[in-house]
């Protein structure tokens, strides 16, 4: 199994990569929520029937974008509670 890629960083680089890591995180989240108010509001102004698959996709995509991220934030988050900072 590979090693944490997140022990070679010195304190200082690390922690500057965890605010990054949640920033972006935050970011995307807030996106993809209002992504999904949107659709919603789109949905039921216009109406279900007729409404294209394509539309669909950005649900399907903002999950798989966002698992990495959360886990090497996850890796980030250890690593820092590991080194005691």
């Known amino acids: 199994m590979k090693k944490n890629i ?8 690390l922690i500057k990569k965890r605010n990054t890591l949640k920033g972006v995180s935050v970011g995307f989240g807030v996106v993809f929520a209002l992504g999904i108010i949107a659709f ?9 029937k007729g409404f294209p698959f394509v539309a669909f996709t ?6 798989v974008t966002m ?3 959360l886990i090497n934030l996850n890796l ?3 690593e820092i509670k590991s080194r005691n900072l």
């Open 6 to 13: 997140y022990e070679i960083l010195t304190d200082e680089e």
């Open 40 to 48: 919603i509001s789109i949905l039921v102004i216009k109406g279900a």
């Open 76 to 78: 980030a988050n250890k």
């Open 67 to 69: 698992i990495p991220l």
């Open 58 to 63: 950005p649900f399907i995509v903002m999950p």
